[in-house]
């Protein structure tokens, strides 16, 4: 258990600081990932040796209560048998007291030792489910950081693209350029074509319902049809 607190003392007294500052020089938070995956091990660790050591001191407490009722009880037979002028009596159940109060000075050491063991243990879980929230916020925000530099880095390079463009002369450029617009402008004449024939088409069958519908109230008038 001690090997246990000791590696759990380590990483509550991890600098949280440092290990983001490694992250963010590497550019990587693969040092911060290990750090959590650790934490979250020995957390699970924790909770194991905690729920047994406090079974422990549940087994110890009982333990010790059944001793102290069995000296209470010692006691008052002892009181008993020494009214009643029973001294063998009263000399025997006084051994069995004193090798019973034996018994549970030893569990309540055992007790004590066990509870500040249990009490280590919770104290440790508690340090380190903060420091383990505390990591993760900073690995958010630090994530959200890398993201943006690899954004400006983008930006840097293109940047860097376009100088070289402009550095191999302007005619180039502007040739370029000019094949650029003149893809645009043919792309825009021939959405203008598509957009011409479609209103023709439209007016033609516009044009036509209406005709139809001219002729239906002719006939309707005239009684042909149904």
Do not use: P
């Not at 376009?162 to 645009?184: C, F, H, K, W, Y």
């Not at 402008?185 to 007016?203: F, K, P, V």
């Not at 319902?209 to 008038?221: I, N, S, T, V």
């Amino acid at each position: 258990m001690a090997s246990l607190l000791e590696k759990v003392n380590t990483l509550i007294q991890a600098n949280l600081h440092a290990l983001v500052d490694r992250a963010l020089q590497s550019n990587s938070i693969a040092v911060i990932d290990q750090y959590i995956r650790d934490v979250t091990n020995n957390l699970d660790a924790l909770e194991d040796a905690a729920a047994t050591v406090g079974g422990q001191v549940k087994t110890l407490e009982r333990k010790r209560d059944e001793y102290k009722k069995q000296m209470e009880e010692l006691d008052r037979n002892i009181d008993v048998f020494l009214t009643q002028g029973k001294d063998d009596l009263a000399r025997a159940a006084q051994a069995k007291l004193n090798s019973t109060r034996d018994l549970y000075e030893n569990f309540q050491e055992q007790l004590e030792r066990q509870q500040r063991e249990y009490k280590a243990l919770l104290d440790a879980r508690i340090k380190l489910q903060t420091k383990l929230a505390t990591i993760r916020q900073q690995r958010q925000e630090m994530a959200a950081l890398l993201e943006l530099a690899k954004a400006k880095e983008l930006t840097n390079r293109t940047i860097r693209s376009l100088n070289d463009l402009a550095g191999v002369g302007d005619a180039d450029v502007a040739r370029i350029a000019e094949s650029i617009r003149a893809r645009l402008d043919a792309a825009s004449a021939r959405a203008e074509i598509a957009a011409q024939n479609l209103d023709a088409q439209m007016d033609e069958i516009l044009g036509r319902q209406e005709l139809d519908a001219q002729l239906e109230e002719r006939k309707r008038r005239l009684g042909i049809g149904s």
